[in-house]
């Protein structure tokens, strides 16, 4: 009697265990909504990148929720990281804590995407982000995705149109993040691997507000070219200072190149007409004439009455891309979405074609503009090697 | 050339930070509080003068009347919101925190107000003088002109008027200013008035320089080194201090770049190791 007491004891135990142990499998019919977080600055300095990303991405959500990912609706779960390290951290960490995530997606500045990689790599979630540094094109976190091509890329575009346009001395002012950094580098590097002499290599701090006396250090360097690497909030207050010194036009102006910040709205709106003759290597320009994008600009336009800055075509195509690889892995499970996205070899977005390339950043193209009456006109396409 | 370049933003630069700590040293020196959301008040100053201009339509006369009026008000505002209530609080630091919390308050309401997006101001003096390879915005020699303008209104103020010695009054004891009958609630209220309307005035100023953006706040760090630099709540001091932070600043850029502003804190350092009150500091010990 004892031991068949023990015996049914034994299963009873084993089914418990089993029961409380065991993984409930995913029911396909379930209604729950695809969950995924979005870290941006939507408070702080930066807010303005914050406002132009939520409205790509809301874009993008009323489209997919129009018929549904796998049937389920997606909900989008804002998080503040203010385009700071700490903040973007702890961000990070509290919504995925708080909340049973299915995908993220983070800000356009790598010093965010850097400092949260390694949470990124533990937790395994498809992470999408807009950051452009060489060290995310080289991280080894294999669910991290950029909607970007490297600074590397950028700066070899920026090279190459410098070498195009027969320059012989450039100077060089760039901002102390690691776009600044990494870029600066490649196009030093790159220049003189051309025979282009750097006769000005200058780093402006985070807090600057005035670049009057950078920009007399750039005249005084006897430079035909002048290449300004920075953030969005910083490029407007180099075009109007470069503008003011007769650096970008007049008489006695020169080629003046940025990076992918000197052409968005928020810097053309604040520089106004000292945004005018200013060269760019960009990822996306509002007046792209190209399929989709043209469309896609047209109805954003619609939507919001202004036209969209890179990162609300980012957003968009970082919320896209994920719906299309869940839709591809036939679930939202985080490893079959990874496989899904790591099978992508040509995607249309609205910012470029993407493709997995065995690093996170799976843009394929970028733009060179030029400003003309405030308006960014695409003069080339440069495509990724 | 480059220096005199150099020189003239650098004393526009120190100008700018000698507006924010005047009006940190008069609250300091009336309420013995480090006011912690100046740098706010500026980039307040920056944007409540776009609203007038811009939005408003008002002409540079009008700007400056109603700009007064505006600051004025603001300053009142803020001292019953910020300093009043918490002024008998049994740990002497609630005014300072409550300052930090309201730094944080003021940037995010601009945001709502005014948006995330920073705003182009027209400058107030258009034009750049051209000399060679230096060029020279109108905006700095205005700057120049009109915080100098200023700095002797101030003087005026407190040391030929009636309203200046009562605030002086105050501001040294105000026990004793309330037994002669001194309303010392005036007197404070009159000095974060003025408080407000220099650091306002130096974001109007600054608007059309760098932007009107929530992170013109940041240009107070600076102020509050010349304030160090120049002697904890001496006005002196902190105009003297201020200049000497914006010509380090700008001619720190021929030594380097990357590191200006270690240089800039770097002598503020070393001013204080050699000097730990400040320039004029000694001055103020000696009145004490």
């Known amino acids: ?385 | 050339m480059l220096y005199l370049q150099m020189a003239i933003t650098g004393i526009s630069m120190g100008m700018l930070y000698a507006l924010m700590a005047m009006g940190l040293t008069l609250i300091v020196k009336a309420v013995g509080v480090l006011n912690f959301a100046h740098g706010q008040l500026f980039m307040l100053g920056a944007y409540l003068t776009y609203w007038l201009t811009h939005q408003l339509g008002l002409p540079l006369w009008g700007v400056i009347i109603c700009g007064v009026i505006v600051f004025a008000i603001c300053g009142a505002a803020y001292m019953f919101s910020v300093y009043w209530p918490l002024r008998n609080s049994p740990w002497k630091v609630t005014v300072t925190i409550s300052t930090l919390g309201a730094s944080i308050a003021l940037k995010e309401l601009v945001q709502i107000v005014w948006g995330t997006i920073p705003l182009t101001m027209k400058p107030i003096v258009n034009g750049v003088i051209h000399i060679g390879t230096v060029y020279l915005n109108y905006q700095y020699l205005f700057i120049i002109a009109i915080g100098g303008g200023l700095m002797a209104l101030v003087y005026i103020l407190f040391e030929k008027t009636f309203l200046g010695k009562v605030m002086q009054a105050t501001a040294q004891d105000r026990y004793c200013a309330e037994l002669i009958g001194i309303p010392t609630i005036v007197s404070i209220m009159a000095t974060y008035m003025i408080s407000l309307t220099l650091s306002g005035t130096g974001g109007w100023l600054a608007g059309p320089l760098f932007l009107v953006s929530s992170s013109l706040g940041s240009l107070a760090q600076k102020a509050f080194a010349g304030m160090v630099l120049g002697g904890f709540g001496n006005v002196k001091g902190a105009i003297v201090g201020c200049l000497l932070i914006g010509m380090i600043e700008s001619f720190g850029l021929i030594i380097t770049d990357a590191y200006k502003d270690a240089i800039v804190f770097a002598v503020l350092i070393i001013v204080l190791v050699v000097r730990p009150t400040g320039i004029f500091g000694e001055k103020i010990s000696e009145k004490a």
């Open chain 1, 1 to 385: 009697m004892k031991k068949a007491i023990s015996i049914m004891l034994v299963v009873l135990m084993v089914f418990g265990l089993a029961a409380c142990n065991g993984k409930k499998d995913p029911d396909p019919e379930t209604k729950e909504t695809i969950k995924i977080a979005v870290i941006d600055a939507f408070t702080g300095d930066k807010a303005v990148n914050g406002q132009y990303s939520k409205e790509g991405i809301e874009l993008a959500l009323a489209e997919i929720n129009e018929k549904g990912v796998l049937g389920r609706q997606v909900e989008l779960i804002y998080e503040d990281g203010q385009g700071k390290e700490t903040e973007t951290t702890n961000a990070f960490q509290k919504v995925t804590a708080e909340h049973k995530l299915d995908a993220v997606i983070l800000d356009k500045y790598s010093s965010d995407v850097l400092a949260v990689e390694q949470f990124v790599a533990e937790n395994g979630l498809p992470t999408f982000c807009q950051g452009s540094s060489i060290k995310i094109e080289g991280s080894s976190t294999k669910n991290l995705y950029s909607t970007r091509r490297s600074d590397a890329g950028a700066g070899g575009s920026v090279v190459a149109f410098i070498k195009e346009q027969g320059v012989k001395k450039v100077a060089i002012l760039h901002s102390p993040d690691a776009l600044g950094q990494s870029m600066g580098k490649v196009v030093v590097d790159g220049l003189a691997k051309i025979g282009v002499e750097v006769v000005s290599d200058q780093q402006f701090a985070n807090e600057d507000q005035n670049f009057t006396n950078y920009i007399a250090k750039v005249l005084a360097s006897g430079c035909d070219c002048f290449v300004a690497i920075a953030q969005t909030t910083h490029s407007a207050q180099i075009m109007i200072a470069a503008q003011e010194a007769g650096l970008s036009q007049g008489d006695n102006a020169i080629l003046c190149i940025g990076n992918s910040a000197f052409v968005q709205q928020s810097s053309i709106q604040n520089a106004l007409e000292a945004s005018n003759n200013w060269y760019a290597c960009t990822a996306f320009s509002p007046t792209i004439s190209l399929e989709p994008t043209a469309s896609w600009i047209k109805k954003y336009n619609d939507t919001y009455g202004r036209l969209p800055d890179m990162t609300s075509a980012c957003m968009y195509d970082s919320l896209k891309m994920l719906a299309y690889a869940m839709e591809q892995a036939g679930s939202t499970d985080p490893e079959k979405v990874n496989a899904a996205i790591q099978a992508i070899t040509d995607f249309k977005g609205v910012v470029a074609s993407y493709g997995y390339q065995g690093n996170p950043m799976m843009s394929k193209a970028e733009y060179v503009c030029h400003i003309e009456d405030q308006k960014s006109i695409v003069k080339q396409i440069v495509y990724a090697e």
